[in-house]
């Protein structure tokens, strides 16, 4: 295992964070994706009214990996969870134990403040990911599908009026 440091994150680490969160895009090959900037993820970490938290890992100085969470809530437990936005670590990296500390970090998190669950998707291309998941003892869930509602569709999803409604 290497040498390495897991902490929160804090408003000095943004600029190191919103890297890895490229980094991460450029590995899922999902790099036009990314359409957010590090002022955004400042406010929405540390705000007025935040609505996630990180996690820095560093090693020798330099940031390395990182994890992205905020609450979710699950209405058949009565409990909120964590729901893990994203977990990465820069493939020179790997295969230190990293992972698994993220991982039981979140768990730590999750069992301190009397939640239910911590759950998150993996692209069903990574099968190093699945199986690293399945081996720290996640269930991958083969008849769960992910559903998401962006830009143009979500606005017209707002708008919509149903018909047969009548005021």
């Known amino acids: 295992m290497g040498n390495f440091t897991l902490r929160p994150a804090t408003e000095a680490d943004v600029a190191i964070l919103f890297n890895l969160i490229k980094a991460l895009a450029e590995y ?3 790099s036009d994706a990314v359409t957010g900037n590090a002022d955004h993820l400042k406010e929405h970490l540390f705000g007025a009214k935040p609505y996630v938290e990180a996690i820095i890992v ?3 100085g330099q940031g ?4 992205l969470f905020f609450n979710n809530y699950s209405t058949f437990l009565t409990k909120p969870g964590i729901y893990l936005e ?3 670590v820069l493939p020179e990296f790997r295969r230190q134990g ?9 768990a730590q998190l999750a069992v301190e403040r009397g939640y239910g669950r911590l759950e998150w998707s993996v ?3 990574n099968e190093p990911a699945m199986a690293f998941y399945e081996h720290m003892g996640a269930a991958v869930l083969p008849d769960w599908r ?4 962006t830009g143009t569709a979500l606005n017209q999803l707002a708008e919509y009026t149903d018909p047969a409604s009548t005021d």
């Open 146 to 149: 992910i559903c998401r509602v």
């Open 123 to 125: 692209l069903d291309w």
């Open 28 to 30: 899922e090959k999902l």
């Open 58 to 60: 560093e090693q020798g």
């Open 98 to 106: 990293i992972g698994k500390a993220i991982l039981s970090y979140l």
């Open 86 to 88: 994203d977990l990465f």
């Open 64 to 67: 390395v990996g990182f994890a």
